[in-house]
């Protein structure tokens, strides 16, 4: 089971959240074929900020004084005869992620759909903390993005 909530903590994301849910909705379904353990019962929060709260979220969580585009946050809780039960929420900068997506020429959306696929691979245990790491979590995003017809990301 995955429980998806929206929260709107930005004036800028309104207008797009009709968007936005449906692309988390094909996005959780694309990666769930791949990637998410039946076993584990998803409880997702998306956070959809801006820079300044960003900022504040990552400083407290991260100690990094800046914004970004995506921070994903899971905890974690086992009980016995029950499915395991993963809180998550994923926060989204919608200035950082304009501001990257007009520097780059590519669509708004399309990179929030690259950056929610990413966080939803973090969640389920992928990290590119080295090369190799880096280069199997690339794949697959590649793979589940191809899925829902975009194209590789990484060739910028």
Do not use: A
Not at 132 to 153: A, D, Y
């Amino acid at each position: 089971m995955i429980n998806t909530n929206f929260y709107l903590k930005s004036k800028h994301w309104p207008r797009r959240l009709l968007k936005i849910r449906n692309i988390s909705r094909k996005v959780i379904k694309e990666s769930r074929k791949l990637k998410f353990n039946n076993k584990i019962d998803y409880y997702l929060n998306i956070i959809l900020t801006n820079d300044k709260d960003m900022k504040k979220v990552n400083l407290i969580y991260k100690n990094v004084k800046e914004s970004t585009d995506v921070l994903t946050f899971v905890s974690q809780i086992q009980q016995k005869k029950f499915n395991k039960k993963k809180y998550c929420d994923i926060f989204f900068s919608i200035e950082t992620i304009d501001n990257y997506s007009k520097k780059n020429k590519i669509d708004f959306y399309d990179h929030f759909t690259h950056l929610l696929v990413h966080s939803l691979l973090h969640i389920n245990g992928y990290i590119h903390n080295n090369k190799v790491n880096f280069q199997r979590m690339k794949k697959i995003e590649i793979i589940i993005l191809e899925k829902l017809g975009l194209q590789n990301p990484y060739i910028i």
